[in-house]
């Protein structure tokens, strides 16, 4: 059989962003920036670090910034380079030329699963990634998350999805993988045997939770038109990878690195600070600054 290469990704980026009111008001949560850089920006970066080429991102009528920020943006490069600003004409124009990058609306916010479903004339019949615009993952010098997705999915030629431990008080935030009998983390890799979205703690099936990062073969299309709606009256993309392991093997993937939940205001937060220590510009500054704060409390 041909093996069959991840090249096209999907970026769900149609939320309404409630838990950053009144932030989110006008401006698309996928725009709020990480120091300098729109988080969207993180995960194009993440995707295109991982051999993705053609990106579609999810939208809905509130997030025309987005395909501004993506796009070419001629009078602003004239005046960069009109003063002189070749490092910031050349930091902007790497923006637009990052991907392929397309946008499809989802009409309805009828969720995750119908968002990944607005996906399918794009995907066609080929695998494809999914990355979640509130999960950003930074594995410094390792390989970024997805790119360890893909690595594993080459080896199994199945869909994986990206998890990692949480605390149990944590479960019931998450979907949270069930591995299969008698199967344990191997090469940080399980079997799957269920999953379930946002179960309570006394019902989760283990610790593993879904963090934003997900290959799937395209057969997912065919669960995902017929799912009914689940855990919040929304069409889950967990049911839908649930059922599709009835006729397919399905995979968690352990993967490393540290996740920053940015739709999460104290997630944010830390994102913040952790990226803006890893700027040279900043650091020294920041680090003096975080202890004095410290010595005042
Ligand atoms: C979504 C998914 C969930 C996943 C989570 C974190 O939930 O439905 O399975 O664990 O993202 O990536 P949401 O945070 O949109 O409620």
Do not use: W
Not at 4 to 12: G, L, N, Q, W
């Amino acid at each position: 059989m041909k093996k069959r290469e991840i090249k096209k990704a999907v970026i769900p980026a149609a939320g309404l962003g409630t838990r950053f009111l009144p932030a989110t008001k006008a401006i698309p949560k996928e725009m709020l920036p990480i120091v300098d850089e729109p988080t969207v920006q993180y995960i194009v970066d993440e995707a295109v670090r991982s051999g993705i080429e053609e990106i579609l991102i999810i939208t809905n009528s509130n997030k025309h910034c987005m395909e501004n920020h993506f796009d070419r943006s001629y009078e602003l490069e004239n005046r960069l380079l009109e003063s002189g600003k070749k490092e910031e004409y050349n930091m902007i124009c790497g923006i637009a030329n990052m991907a392929n990058i397309y946008y499809v609306r989802q009409k309805e916010p009828k969720g995750l699963g119908h968002a990944i479903l607005c996906a399918k004339s794009f995907i066609g019949d080929d695998p494809f990634a999914v990355l979640l615009g509130d999960d950003i993952v930074e594995n410094h010098d390792g390989k970024p998350a997805l790119k360890q997705l893909i690595e594993a999915y080459d080896k199994v030629q199945a869909s994986i999805v990206g998890v990692q431990t949480v605390p149990d008080d944590d479960v019931s935030k998450y979907g949270i993988v069930e591995p299969a009998k008698g199967e344990c983390l191997e090469n940080r890799k399980v079997k799957l045997r269920s999953m379930v979205e946002k179960p309570a703690k006394e019902d989760a099936p283990s610790n593993m939770a879904v963090l934003g990062r997900y290959v799937l073969t395209p057969e997912i299309f065919d669960f995902l038109e017929t799912q009914e709606p689940g855990a919040n009256g929304e069409i889950q993309l967990t049911d839908a990878i649930k059922n599709l392991m009835i006729s397919q093997s399905v995979y968690a993937y352990d993967f490393e690195g540290t996740r920053y939940d940015v739709g999460d205001k104290f997630g944010f937060i830390k994102a913040t600070i952790e990226y803006a220590l890893e700027k040279e510009e900043l650091q020294g500054k920041l680090q003096q600054y975080l202890k004095d704060l410290v010595n005042t409390f």
